[in-house]
């Protein structure tokens, strides 16, 4: 169990000096402050002043509110940056994990195609994340390790920590990405280092879904587009291939029928022919994440779902 100022991971210390001094400075001048404005009001009020007086200048006042507010920034910045420069410096034999965000959730890939929903890390290991975004900006914070970067699509970016305290905690984006931006949750659950070991291990690598439905599933489509019909952020994929929708383009309304071209011109340029009824932007295009050979993967996916029923 973690309290406020003992975080889960080894740089979560340096992160709450910083913090406990800038508080302490900032709430100490918020007392004093208000304090001098409440004795100037009683002071300097009308009915003990009623023949109002000039000030102009005073130097030891001016050079004290300069100096000493210059001394407190200086000291800030040394905390600020003692607790930073070790987050930019990983350790030699860090074990490296890839951070994958999209609209909207968090993937964690360890390798000969173990990807896990959750990031399971083994207790004291210097943890190295590569974080890579498929579509927009997200942010990857876990509030408990005192850590957070910016996921940026085509910038490679990461973060290190060491684990040690077990247990499960929070993962957040910072970056509003999108509608469903407060529900891209994930967990950290930290764990003996015998315990990972076993969880790796049986960590399925092959799916007995088609091939198409595991690519859906490894890009979070699902996510937002239903099987079963109902309705949620984009439309729906069951009794997708081969039926007609009413779609808005530039030119206006039209009638389509969702055919392999329909599928891939919507995975490419999901924004030019938005289904009716539906909010256009919401989905980016994945020209730059799937290869062509997934995208057929998909196509053949809806082909045969349509062929079973």
Same mark, same amino acid.
């Given at each position: 169990m973690t309290t406020m100022f003992s975080g889960a991971s080894n740089l979560a210390a340096g992160v709450d000096r910083a913090f406990i001094f800038i508080f302490a400075i900032s709430f100490i001048f918020t007392i004093g402050i208000v304090v001098a404005m409440i004795y100037i009001l009683i002071r300097f009020s009308r009915k003990r002043n009623k023949n109002p007086q000039q000030f102009s200048g005073n130097v030891p006042l001016e050079i004290i509110w300069t100096v000493v507010p210059l001394i407190l920034v200086l000291f800030m910045f040394y905390y600020?940056?003692?607790?930073?420069?070790?987050?930019? /410096? &990983?350790?030699?034999?860090?074990?490296? &994990?890839?951070?994958?965000?999209?609209?909207?959730?968090?993937?964690? @890939?360890?390798?000969?195609?173990?990807? =896990?929903?959750?990031?399971?890390?083994?207790? @004291?290991?210097?943890?190295?994340?590569?974080?890579?975004? !498929? @579509?927009?900006?997200?942010?990857?914070?876990?509030?408990?390790?005192?850590? /957070? !970067?910016?996921?940026?699509?085509?910038?490679?970016?990461?973060?290190?920590?060491?684990?040690?305290?077990?247990? =499960?905690?929070?993962?957040?984006?910072? !970056?509003?990405?999108?509608?469903?931006? =407060?529900?891209?949750?994930?967990?950290?659950? &930290?764990? $003996?280092?015998? !315990?990972? /070991?076993?969880?790796?291990? $049986?960590?399925?690598?092959?799916?007995? @879904?088609?091939p198409g439905m595991a690519v859906l599933k490894a890009n979070a489509c699902i996510t937002c587009h239903s099987l079963d019909g109902t309705k949620v952020i984009g439309p729906s994929f069951k009794g997708l291939f081969g039926a007609k929708r009413n779609v808005l383009t530039d030119q206006g309304e039209k009638e389509v029928v969702a055919d392999a071209d329909y599928i891939k011109r919507s995975i490419l340029d999901p924004n030019a022919e938005v289904v009716k009824g539906y909010n256009k932007g919401l989905m980016q295009s994945y020209k730059d994440v799937l290869k062509a050979e997934d995208i057929d993967k998909i196509v053949d996916y809806f082909k045969k779902s349509s062929e079973q029923k």
């Open positions: 600020g940056w003692v607790a930073f420069a070790p987050m930019r /410096k &990983v350790p030699k034999n860090s074990m490296e &994990v890839k951070v994958i965000g999209r609209m909207w959730s968090w993937s964690f @890939d360890y390798g000969n195609g173990k990807i =896990s929903p959750d990031l399971v890390l083994p207790l @004291d290991k210097n943890v190295k994340l590569n974080l890579f975004s !498929e @579509d927009v900006n997200h942010g990857f914070f876990v509030p408990a390790f005192r850590v /957070k !970067e910016d996921v940026i699509p085509g910038y490679k970016n990461y973060m290190w920590f060491q684990p040690i305290a077990k247990g =499960s905690y929070d993962i957040y984006c910072t !970056e509003y990405c999108g509608l469903a931006h =407060s529900s891209m949750l994930a967990k950290v659950v &930290v764990v $003996d280092s015998l !315990e990972f /070991k076993t969880w790796l291990a $049986d960590l399925k690598v092959v799916s007995n @879904d088609h």
